[in-house]
């Protein structure tokens, strides 16, 4: 989250590893072409069913913040709610655009 304080890049999303342990999916691979396709087929449905089921229940800006079960710490919330409030922290805005280059390229040069 863009005016999230924390000062390094964090992953919030679905957790493979859950996934794997009760052998939903096997992401394990060699060399071999039938293994690649093997485990790229299961990174797909991996995506497909489990990482669009995650976005779809954390959607709501109000879950986030309230519910026990969000990927998000206190802090983060903090920050999503100054944020909804207008409240933007421009120095964790700059720091999020240097740690991952690829927002300030998706939003345009021109965006704060």
Not at 31 to 42: F, P, T, V
Not at 56 to 64: G, I, T
Not at 85 to 105: D, V
């Amino acid at each position: 989250m863009l005016n999230d304080p924390f000062e390094a890049v964090a992953l919030n999303g679905p957790d493979s590893h859950e996934a794997v342990c009760l052998r939903r999916y096997d992401f394990h691979f060699d060399d071999s072409e039938k293994s690649l396709e093997r485990c790229a087929e299961n990174l797909f449905r991996f995506c497909a069913k489990e990482g669009e089921a995650w976005f779809e229940c954390w959607r709501s800006l109000e879950e986030l913040v309230k519910s026990q079960h969000s990927p998000l710490g206190s802090e983060a919330k903090q920050a999503l709610m100054r944020a909804r409030a207008g409240r933007i922290n421009q120095e964790c805005i700059a720091k999020s655009h240097f740690l991952l280059p690829a927002i300030q390229q998706a939003l345009g040069a021109d965006s704060p």
